[in-house]
């Protein structure tokens, strides 16, 4: 029974659009590790050089690449296991089984773990067509290619796995919040996992990197020290150097073998206090703490025949003041404010208290770099759990079918759209205030760009995969790009100091909101004609 859980859950999410979204990412990731010889960027070098693409090098570049990746975005697809149950009505099927709590757990670790192992399947072969593509060596050694992904990606796909579903089964870190956390930790793991002298040799790629030394030192090649694992753009070429593998030894390999135990030792902790969809035990929970809802813990979501997310008529919140009327005229002004209303209902008072704060902090910054550079960024990033709800309540509160009926999909989609670009024009007024008072017409050229692009990216990505996660995986390291001075898409122009294409960037950036809601549009029409 366990093991038909695990099957059965397994093929049930690799249907999903969101897991087809992070494998295509994993397979471009595998085209990235490998880049050709004139590229002006490298996942992995040791100096200013790099392995010649052989088995040996290529399998373990792309194992890093693919096992940091994974980790991150495969979090966000897998960390719904226990939910989908919940919301599915299948937990209280099971609840009726003789199906033991730990027995449960352990299936949906399993189940998560050949998620994302079948990435790695997909990034192995990957691995295999770029060491033929790149053509820098004809000789195919699987062992070499291959032991990588089984040595480093293996744990750490396996942790991941066990990670999401300890978050899922704690209340607090089940919400957006969790979501945000979890890059947080991954941003920790990803850099301080590298060091010299980690318990169980850290992420793994310490014992590799001293390999790689030892045969650069037999090749009198001259080392530095220095040593890089993530995107870097380069201003020359890389010098080459032969590496012919890692022969790991019996403390490394043991090391590998306890990260696989402590993964699955973390899967059976919340056996400990998960209810396994007990109705008695939920009704003693709902008595202590009310249940999340689907907006990620951000907001409570009000339904017609509740009272709301504050205790008495007399303290309405801002989504009251939105209310409209069914009166006739203005049906497009009447959408756009019923969808304003939706986003921002029952959002609690902390957030606009953090919202308020950035604000302030804009308008009284001395310097408008700091604007851009800083106080933007924060400011576009206090609204992800609000952005990530866009084009995926229709089908969390079952209304698609309702909603259908509707005679023009277009309109509903703008309406939307538009209030996803409200949240954003309000989240980042403070920063709008001073480029317009500055008369820095590039920053608001790019500020408009982004007010643009960040709603376009949340409503496409929630009208494809239908949950707030895709969103939420993406937009995070993009913003965190930008946060840290690295122009790999500068979506609201913080970076024109230090890039080639500043001037054209925010018309780029206008021109992929377009190609954004295109598909946006494409799809709803698809989806509806399905219907019909």
């Known amino acids: 029974m366990l093991t038909g859980l695990a099957a059965a859950d397994f093929r049930d999410r690799v249907r999903r659009p969101a897991y087809f979204v992070i494998l295509a990412s994993a397979v471009a990731l ?8 004139d590229a002006k960027w490298m996942i992995m070098q040791i100096g200013d050089h790099r392995g010649v693409y052989n088995s040996a090098y290529v399998g373990m570049v792309t194992a890093l690449a693919s096992g940091l990746w994974i980790t991150l975005g495969g979090f966000y697809i897998v960390r719904n296991s226990i939910e989908r149950d919940r919301s599915t009505r299948v937990g209280q099927l099971l609840a009726a089984t003789p199906l033991r709590t730990s027995a449960y757990m352990v299936g949906k670790f399993l189940s998560n773990l050949m998620l994302l192992s079948s990435m790695l399947v997909v990034l192995a072969v990957t691995a295999l067509v770029m060491q033929l593509a790149r053509g820098e060596s004809h000789d195919i050694d699987l062992i070499a290619l291959w032991q990588p992904f089984v040595l480093i990606a293996l744990p750490l796909v396996a942790l991941t796995a066990a990670l999401a579903l300890l978050f899922e089964s704690l209340p607090l870190l089940r919400s957006g919040l969790g979501n945000i956390l979890w890059f947080c930790i991954w941003m920790v793991v990803s850099t301080a996992g590298q060091g010299p002298g980690l318990p169980l040799d850290g992420i793994g790629v310490n014992s590799v990197v001293r390999s790689m030394y030892a045969d650069m030192v037999a090749q009198h090649i001259e080392v530095d020290g220095s040593f890089s694992l993530g995107l870097t753009y380069l201003d020359k070429p890389l010098g080459l150097f032969t590496w012919d593998g890692f022969t790991p030894t019996a403390g490394y390999v043991l090391g590998r073998v306890t990260l696989l135990l402590i993964a699955v030792a973390i899967c059976m902790l919340p056996a400990l206090w998960f209810g396994r969809f ?8 709902k008595a202590r703490a009310p249940e999340q809802g689907p907006a990620d813990g951000l907001v409570q979501p009000v339904f017609i025949d509740e009272v709301g997310p504050y205790s008495g008529p007399s303290r309405p919140t801002v989504a009251t003041v939105l209310r409209t009327r069914p009166e006739p005229g203005s049906v497009t002004l009447r959408l756009w404010a019923g969808e304003v209303r939706i986003l921002l209902q029952g959002v609690r008072w902390w957030w606009w208290t953090g919202a308020a704060f950035l604000m302030i902090c804009a308008l009284a910054s001395p310097e408008i770099h700091g604007i851009v550079r800083v106080m933007l960024p924060l400011a576009w990033i206090w609204p992800m759990l609000i952005w990530s709800r866009l084009g995926t309540q229709r089908h969390e509160y079952h209304v698609d079918g309702m909603l259908s009926a509707y ?3 277009r309109r509903r989609i703008l309406a939307e759209w538009a209030a996803g670009l409200t949240i954003t024009v309000v989240a980042g007024i403070g920063p709008l205030i001073r480029l317009v008072a500055a008369a820095d017409w590039l920053g608001l050229a790019g500020w408009v760009g982004g007010a643009l692009f960040i709603p376009s990216l949340a409503l496409t990505l929630g009208t494809l995969s239908r949950t707030h996660r895709l969103f939420q995986a993406v937009y995070l390291p993009l913003w965190y790009s ?6 790999i898409f500068d979506f609201m122009g913080a970076l024109r100091d230090s890039s080639e294409l500043a001037t054209a960037q925010p018309s780029v950036t206008i021109a992929v909101s377009a190609a954004l809601m295109s598909v946006v549009f494409m799809t709803g029409v698809l989806r509806r004609f399905g219907r019909d």
Not at 30 to 37: C, H, L, N, T
Not at 278 to 285: C, F, I
């Open 278 to 285: 007990d109705p008695a035990r939920a009704r003693q929970s």
């Open 30 to 37: 595998g085209y990235v590790a490998v880049p050709d010889s």
């Open 482 to 487: 930008v946060a840290n001075g690295l122009p």
């Open 407 to 409: 005679p023009s999909v």
